[in-house]
């Protein structure tokens, strides 16, 4: 079956633009969690959805970011005024259920802020 | 806050060499965790996990054991392979985050010679 889809796979972008990196879960998958991973570090948790609930956004870095999961399925993270610092590989993975603790990954977007 | 300690790397061993990626964490709950392992090119995969004290997590030949008196969660492999390069993170959720979000270790690149 298809596993966590993102796209783009990759993207070039100057500072001050906005960017949109799209995730498809598996289908069926409640729970949606978005993670930034910096060049040589491990992924860092940035927000999480229960269907189309927000339910925790705390590792967002700051209100330039904006995530959404409107119908329950697929998921944009928005950057807006991008900075260099922005900068990393955005990772989505998505699990069955609430506090199942497999979570399915997906390849990421890999993010370059020139 | 919660987190997780892996030790650095590169590691480098040969072929059927003898393996620990050792990894230590902090939890004000009971945690699962996990190793995740990224070939190259290629997402993040769950390589096992466990999910209370003293259970092993095993798969393709990988162990690890909940310790909870030592708060480690060491990845071993008694002979490594060729195809065993990868980065290995360890990884932890504790029963008590909402929705299951995962905090990582830094990663451990294994490189292995024929």
């Known amino acids: 079956g298809a596993g966590v889809s993102q796209s783009p796979r990759y993207k070039v972008a100057k500072r001050g633009q906005d960017v949109a990196l799209r995730c498809d879960p598996i289908?069926?998958?409640?729970?949606l969690f978005w993670y930034q991973q910096a060049l040589g570090q491990g992924p860092e948790f940035l927000t999480y959805?229960?269907?189309?609930?927000?339910?925790?956004k705390s590792g967002l870095p700051s209100d330039r970011f904006f995530a959404e999961r409107p119908e329950g399925s697929v998921s944009t993270l928005k950057i807006q005024r991008t900075q260099q610092e922005d900068s990393a590989v955005y990772l989505c993975a998505s699990s069955l259920r609430e506090g199942d603790y497999e979570q399915y990954f997906g390849p990421g977007t890999r993010l370059t802020v020139t | 806050g919660d987190s997780v300690t892996q030790m650095e790397g590169p590691v480098t061993l040969s072929e059927e060499a003898f393996l620990t990626i050792n990894c230590t964490y902090t939890?004000?709950?009971?945690?699962?965790l996990f190793w995740y392992v990224q070939y190259p090119g290629e997402g993040l995969q769950l390589l096992l996990k466990a999910t209370k004290a003293d259970d092993k997590g095993s798969n393709k030949g990988f162990e690890a054991t909940y310790r909870k008196e030592t708060t480690s969660f060491h990845l071993e492999k008694g002979s490594v392979q060729v195809s065993d390069s990868a980065v290995y993170f360890c990884?932890?959720?504790?029963?008590?985050?909402?929705?299951?979000?995962?905090?990582f270790g830094q990663g451990t690149e294994l490189s292995v010679k024929p």
């Open positions: 289908s069926g998958h409640v729970s």
């Open positions: 939890a004000t709950g009971y945690p699962s």
């Open positions: 990884a932890l959720s504790d029963h008590g985050n909402q929705g299951g979000k995962l905090i």
């Open positions: 959805f229960q269907n189309e609930a927000q339910l925790d």
